[in-house]
């Protein structure tokens, strides 16, 4: 049961429970708090959210409990967004306005109407705020407020306390331009829709005089007014379809504007000449619906795009304007863009990483939800690394930074993003080629209809050849595919995972068996070291010491189990063997680490221990171990009842493989161990050559080649960049569960893009005959075409419905 208005408490005895759903959040409980809105109890799992409730209902915003569709966001730790109220931060990102300055921010957590409504009331509500304009599609708060009497960061807490995280916009100029396209579209709807109904009110008089009663001047003067209040939907709305069949003609190649546009134009100036010589039938009304409901299609599908591209703009655009940089014992506040590769960062409790980097000294709690949607923060240790954008959720995290500005993780992954919609996905391509064919073949048999009627009945050859031109205009076969294309891409990024291949979805769809890289990806990527063997006298720190200084810059995750290197000697001329181990000289003297018959060619057996050599003799044995992910059960599990027969392709040794198949229950059927990259792609081709369709999860710079060569390709976030860029789907979090769900949304994608085909082709069959034969007018033609493209539009929108809880 949700609170409702009025007054609320809050009692703070927290009681262990196992299995109670937070009544803001939604999330289950560990510890229950309770709290009374208008004298019935409920339970929160936090503080947080118990607070939140309360202020709700005190403040008599209970209606957002009965309105939302979703549960609201998990309320943290209020933040503290001072370095928000800077002269250099206000500049950089907000501008001057009437009476203040206004400020664009992509709000985390504001998942439907009822999130925005509570985020307007609750900012209007603070003093000094002048305009506030929340869009629950696109994640976007437009905050216009005068900063003389409140401070930005005062209101940006408020909307905190709420659960709701700003970010900063990745563009600025960018979404300014998508805000002034949009006021476009928005305004051609205005006109359109206003025009419409004057058209279809004076329409409508014209229809109702079945008996030919209407005097001719009246008859007129209905049609003349009509002619007046369409022209403005014709000509300033439909303005962008006119635009594009001109651009068509003179490419000479005719495509769906031309329909469109010619459809308008022979409508209105049909009906004009009509007016003209007083004829029987006027298509006023045909022409000013085409245009009304194609721009609503137009505006849905765009919305589509806009909400996939909202969050990626505010994770790319997440990280601070200013960073804290500890020098010499000393913290200075300094522009984040003035950061540079080795600097020490300090981040406070509630504040966000500026840069990519690895954690040094303490432990700290870092939430990671704006990257991934995982609401759970995430503790990380000493040479763990940390991602630009997440937030410290406890504890004060120092950091080195590895990449800043354009070169972080994020920034690189939203550039391959961006990149990869630029491209054309496949079905999309064969989509649009169906449609030119549609669009001469339309052409053709309107001429004919044309010519047909005109010696049958020549005053129904204009009528029909009009409902022709629009009825089978394929503009809902156009959108069939970038709609649910865009949508499916925006759930998945919901879910921390990003689609890098125009084709990853449609691929993903066909996929029957799953194979998954060991250390980094099924387990944590954070060895630890469990033992030492000295073989030749040596002391076990000196051993640690020079393994350390062989790992420095190598890209694999078995480097961090042998910690900091020791300052005072490096390694030179160091070479990495993908699947073997790695050499470089020390003090002169030739190192190898890695596999025993890397560092010890005389071996006739490997053990599965890291083996040191120098000169060819072997100094020491290391045992290094990995644990897997928190979900790695869980998920392979899942993806074996799904029938892909989930299997490991590792380089690590057999018996280390074993335990973590045995762990996960991978059967030793499905689990290989010591392949090199070659090896990998050799089991790969196999499995592909038995008629089987694979998508390989790896992060590793050895696993590169395979996937490049599987089917489809998964690379997590915290792995090489060389995996990531060979990837198509990318795994923002630590989590794999997020890798079934995209699965599955890839699949029921395919099924709404089928739909979505299918009703477009029947629907331009069934009318096509109907048109032609005149049983259909130009007016009903129009609206069915119009509806159709809407209707293919939000069938897009079912996409991730009924697979919110469907994660291992």
Same mark, same amino acid.
């Given at each position: ?24 959040? /939604? &999330? !289950? ?5 309770? /709290? ?132 900063? %916009? ?25 025009? !419409? ?5 004076? $329409? &409508? ?24 209040? =369409? ?40 009906? +004009? ?99 991934? #949607? ?15 954008? =997440? ?16 070169? !972080? ?10 990149? *990869? ?19 001469? *073949? ?23 050849? +009009?409902?022709?031109?629009?009825? !089978? ?28 291949? @125009? ?6 769809? =066909? ?23 000295? +073989? ?6 000196? %051993? ?5 200084? %062989? ?5 694999? @995750? ?8 020791? &300052? ?19 003090? #002169? ?23 040191? $050599? ?12 990995? *644990? ?16 892909? *027969? ?126 032609? +034969? ?13 509806? =159709? ?12 419905? /009924? ?6």
């Amino acid at each position: 049961m949700a609170p409702a208005d009025g007054q609320a408490t809050v009692r703070r005895d927290a009681v262990a429970a196992s299995a109670t759903a937070c009544a803001h959040c /939604g &999330e !289950t409980a560990t510890h229950v708090v309770h /709290g009374t809105v208008d004298g019935v109890e409920h339970a929160y799992c936090c503080q947080g959210c118990a607070g939140a409730a309360a202020w709700i209902a005190s403040e008599g915003f209970g209606d957002y409990y009965r309105w939302r569709s979703a549960p609201g966001p998990r309320v943290e730790a209020a933040d503290d967004y001072g370095d928000w109220d800077r002269a250099e931060m206000l500049e950089a990102h907000s501008e001057a306005a009437d009476g203040g300055r206004v400020i664009r921010l992509a709000l985390g957590g504001m998942h439907c109407a009822a999130c925005a409504w509570l985020v307007d009331k609750a900012l209007r509500q603070a003093p000094g705020v002048l305009d506030v304009r929340a869009n629950a599609v696109d994640g976007r708060l437009h905050l216009r407020w005068d900063p003389s009497r409140t401070p930005l960061s005062a209101l940006l807490q408020r909307v905190g306390r709420l659960g709701y995280r700003p970010a900063l %916009l990745a563009s600025p100029a960018r979404d300014a331009e998508q805000r002034r396209e949009r006021r476009r579209q928005l305004i051609a709807l205005g006109i359109a829709g206003l025009g !419409t109904l004057q058209a279809m009110m004076f $329409s &409508e008089a014209l229809y109702l005089d079945t008996a030919n009663q209407m005097p001719e001047a009246t008859r007129d003067a209905f049609r003349w007014v009509t002619a007046a209040v =369409s022209a403005p939907v014709v000509f300033i709305a439909g303005a962008p379809f006119l635009r594009g069949m001109w651009s068509e003609w003179r490419m000479r190649l005719p495509g769906m504007d031309t329909l469109i546009g010619g459809g308008i134009l022979l409508a209105w100036t049909g009906s +004009l000449f009509e007016t003209f010589r007083g004829g029987p039938q006027v298509w006023f009304d045909a022409a000013v619906m085409f245009v009304l409901f194609l721009l609503a299609a137009r505006f849905l599908e765009a919305r589509l795009r806009d909400a996939n591209t909202a969050r990626l703009d505010a994770i790319a655009g997440a990280q601070p304007a200013m960073a804290w940089r500890l020098q010499d014992d000393r913290l200075e506040a300094v522009p984040a863009r003035e950061l540079a590769i080795g600097d020490l960062v300090q981040v406070g409790t509630g504040h966000a990483l500026p840069c990519d980097g690895t954690v040094v000294g303490d432990d700290a709690w870092v939430d990671e939800a704006l990257l991934t #949607g995982e609401s759970t923060p995430l503790r990380r240790r000493h040479g763990d690394a940390v991602l630009a954008g =997440s937030h410290v959720h406890a504890g004060t995290l120092r950091m080195r930074a590895t990449a800043v500005g354009a070169a !972080t993780a994020m920034s690189q992954v939203a550039r391959q993003v961006a990149q *990869a919609r630029e491209q054309r996905p496949a079905m999309a391509g064969w989509a649009e080629a169906i449609a030119r064919r549609v669009v001469a *073949a339309t052409l053709v048999l309107s001429a004919m209809v044309a010519v047909a009627w005109w010696l049958v009945e020549p005053s129904n050859a204009f009528p029909a050849t +009009l409902a022709v031109l629009v009825a !089978t205009c394929p503009c809902a076969l156009a959108l069939a595919v970038p709609a649910a294309i865009a949508r499916a891409q925006s759930r998945l990024l919901a879910r921390g995972v990003l689609a890098l291949g @125009p084709d990853a979805l449609p691929r993903l769809a =066909s996929i029957d068996r799953v194979a998954f890289d060991k250390t980094g990806t099924l387990t944590r990527g954070e060895p630890q070291l469990l033992e030492i063997q000295s +073989l030749a006298g040596r002391d076990a720190e000196t %051993l640690r010491g020079i393994a350390a200084h %062989l790992e420095v810059g190598v890209a694999h @995750p078995l480097a961090k189990a042998f910690g900091a290197a020791p &300052e005072g000697r490096s390694a030179d001329a160091v070479v990495l063997h993908p699947g073997e181990g790695v050499e470089g000289r020390i003090d #002169g003297a030739l190192w190898r680490l890695g596999r025993r018959c890397f560092v010890d060619p005389a071996a006739a057996a490997d053990d599965g221990g890291l083996w040191l $050599s120098r000169e060819g003799v072997l100094e020491a044995r290391f045992d290094v171990d990995d *644990a897997p992910r928190d979900d790695a059960a869980a998920t392979v599990a899942a993806l074996a009842r799904d029938g892909m *027969a989930p299997r490991i392709l590792s380089g690590d040794a057999g018996a280390r493989v074993a335990a973590l198949g045995e762990r996960l229950g991978i059967g030793a059927a499905h689990r290989q161990s010591r392949l090199s990259p070659e090896g990998k792609l050799a089991a790969l081709r196999l499995l592909q050559s038995e008629g089987h369709r694979v998508l390989m999860v790896g992060d590793g710079v050895n696993d590169a080649a395979v996937l490049a060569a599987a089917d489809v390709s998964a690379a997590m976030a915290s792995g090489a960049s060389l995996a990531q860029r060979q990837a198509d789907l990318v795994l923002l979090g630590s989590r794999l569960a997020p890798l079934r769900y995209a699965m599955r949304l890839a699949g029921q994608t395919q099924a709404i893009v089928r739909q979505n085909i299918v009703w477009a082709v029947a629907y331009n069959a069934l009318m096509l005959p109907l048109a032609a +034969l005149g049983i259909v007018g130009p007016g009903l033609a129009a609206l069915g075409m119009a509806l =159709s493209s809407l209707a293919v539009t939000a069938n897009a929108w079912r996409i991730g419905r /009924g697979l919110e809880g469907d994660t291992p």
